[in-house]
C-alpha cells in the first residue's frame, strides 16, 4: 500500500492529519499515519487511542516513550524504534537513557524464557492480597 | 528441576543467594533464583547483570521494573509480571500506573504489526545525525 | 544458502517443482522453494502440507491466505506477506480486505496482550460443553 | 487487578457496558471488560475499535473471527483464543473449520521461520505495480 | 477439541497410531497426537515431516531434540518443553544438559533484542562466499 | 548509537575487546561488541556471559552454537543468524547439518502453536518422577 499524502486524502483522513499535526506541532504527519490511512477507521481509533494513553496520565510522557520502545525493540520493529527512539529523545532522554533501556530489553527477554523454561511458580509474596 | 534451597545448595549457589539476601533486604530469595540454581553459572550471571543494571543509572529503579514489566507482558511470562509488577508496587508504582503501562503495551503491539504489516520506510526525520 | 534452480537440482527437488508448477499453473517456482530445495526432504513435507491444506478443505482458499497473511503480518515475515499478499489478491482480495487484515491483526496483537497481562480467567461460557 | 462488576464501575464505565451489551445482545460482559475495566481509557478505546473493526466492513464477521483466532493461537493468549473461538462458532464456524484455521495457523508458523532463516528474497512476481 | 482415542478413530487416523507406535516402540500415542488427530490431514502431515526430520540425518537425534527443546521454550510452550524434555532425556540428557540449554536460549534471547535494537549492520566476515 | 572502534573506547570497553581477541584468538571484535560497548555494563555482563556458556560445559561447542542459531532463527534475529551461522561453520559445522537445524526450527514452530491451539495437557509420562 502506498502512502496517502494529504492533498490526497479523504476528509476523515484530513481530519485526523490535521488533529495530529495541531497536537503534536508539526508540520506534516510521518510515514505511519500515511501508510495506516489506507484503513481510515483504524487511523482514527490508532491516533485517538495514543494521543489519548501517550498523553498526561499517572507516567510521565518520556516513560511512556520508553516502555514503547522496549515493547518495539522486543518485538523487532526497526520502524517504532525509529520513531519512538526519536520521540524519547525529543522528550529528553539521552544516550546513557536509551542504552539502559536496550539493557533491561534484553535482560527481560532472557529472564522470561529462563522462567517459562524453568516452569518457576508464582512465589506466595507476589500474589496480591485480594 | 526443583528449586534449590539454600541448606541443599553448593558454596557458589549460597555465595549468591547471600549477596542477593544483602542487596534487596529479604530474608530469602525468590523462586526464580532457586530454580536458576540448578545452572550455577547463569544463576552468578543473570544476577550480577540484573543487581548492575537494575541499581542506580540513568534512569531511576522504577522506571525501569516497569519497562521490565512491559516486555514481560509482550513475552506472555506470568512469573516475571508477577514478580517486577510487585517490585514495582514496592518502588512506588500505584494501579493507576500499572494500567498506564499495559495499555502502552496493548498500544506499542498493535501499532509494531501495523508499522510491518505496511512495511513503513523510516521518516528522514528519526533518522540519527541525518 | 544460494536458490537451487531447476536446471541444477536433484531429481527429488524437480519432481517437487514439477508438481508445484502443474498444481499452480505457473512457469517457475518462487524463491522460497528454491531456498528450501536445499533441504530435500523438508521442501517436499512443506510441499506436500501445504498443497493439502491451502487447497479445497472446510474454509474457502481466500480465507486460508488472509489467514496466512495474519499469521505472517504478527511474526514480522516480510517475505511470507509479500507472497501471501499476493496470492490472496490473486484469490480476489481487495485493498479494502487486505487493510481490514491488518486491522484484525493490530487489534488482535494488543488484545492479546491485554488479556495475558490482566490474567483474564476464561468465562464460563466459552468453555467447550464437553 | 481485579474484574470490575456493573454495580461498582464509572459511569464512563458503565456506558462501555451498557454499549457492549446492547450491541451483541448479551445480559453481561465478559471477563475481558471487566478487567480491562480497570484502565478505563483504554476499555473505551479498546471497545470503539473492535466494535468498528470486527463489525461489517470489507470481511464478513466470521472471517473476521477466524483471523482473530489464529492470531491468538500464534501469540499464545488462551483467554482470547476461547473467546474468539467460542465467537467464531457462535457466527458458524464448525470443527472442521476450526481445525483448518489451526492448520494454517502451525504452517505458516512453520513458513515464516524458513524464509527468514534463508533470507529469502522477494520475488519480482510479488512486488506491487511491477 | 477433545483427545481422540485409537477407539473411536477413523482408519487414517489409526494408520497415523499404528506407525507412531510401531516407529518408537510405545503402547500408545502422546497427547499431541490425539488432539491434532482432530485435522487428520495434517496429522499424517506433522507425523511424516517429524518421523523423517527428527530420524537420522546430518545431525544425531539427540542434538535434534535440544534444538526442539531450545524452540519449544523460546516460544513458551509448556507442552512441547515437557515432551521433548522427556525425549532428550530418553536419548542421553543429563540435567547439565538440560540446563545449559537453557542458558544458551537465555542469552540468545538476550543477544538477539540488542543486536535489533542496536540495528548491527552483519559483519563482512559473516556474509557467506564473501 | 554509532560503532565505538578500539581507538576510541574507554579502559574498561577496551579491556573487554582485549579479552574477546584473545580468547576467540581474532584481530578485531565483531560489530555486535562494538555496538553493545555504548552500554560499557552489558558488554561487560554479556560477554562474560557467553564466554563462560558457550565455552565447555556439558554440551559441545559446535552443539550450542546450533542451539544459538535456532533460537535467533525463531526470533528473526538476521544478524544472529549470520554471526552464529558463521560460528557453527567454524566449528564444522556442514550445509547438511545447517539445514537440518532450520528445518527442525520450522517443525517446532508450527507443532509449539498446534500444541498451544489444542490446549494440549501433558501427558502423565512426561512429568518429572519429582
Known amino acids: 500500500m502506498k502512502a496517502i499524502e494529504y492533498e490526497s486524502a479523504s476528509e476523515a483522513v484530513c481530519a485526523v492529519y490535521d488533529d495530529t499535526k495541531a497536537t503534536r506541532g508539526v508540520a ?3 510515514n505511519f499515519w500515511k ?3 489506507n484503513e481510515p ?3 482514527a481509533h490508532v491516533w485517538a487511542s495514543l494521543k489519548d494513553i501517550m498523553g498526561p496520565g499517572a507516567l510521565d ?3 511512556k516513550e520508553l516502555i514503547y520502545l522496549a515493547v518495539s525493540a522486543t518485538n523487532n520493529c526497526a520502524y517504532c524504534m525509529a520513531s519512538h527512539g526519536a520521540a524519547a529523545r525529543a522528550k529528553g532522554a539521552s544516550d546513557e537513557m536509551l542504552n539502559e533501556v536496550y539493557a533491561v530489553v534484553g535482560l527481560a527477554n532472557m529472564t ?3 522462567a517459562n523454561a524453568y516452569g518457576v511458580p508464582v512465589d506466595e509474596a507476589f500474589r496480591p492480597e485480594g
Open 28 to 30: 506534516d504527519v510521518n
Open 112 to 114: 522470561n524464557r529462563l
Open 41 to 43: 477507521r483504524m487511523l
Open 35 to 37: 501508510h495506516l490511512a
Open 61 to 63: 510522557p518520556l516513560t
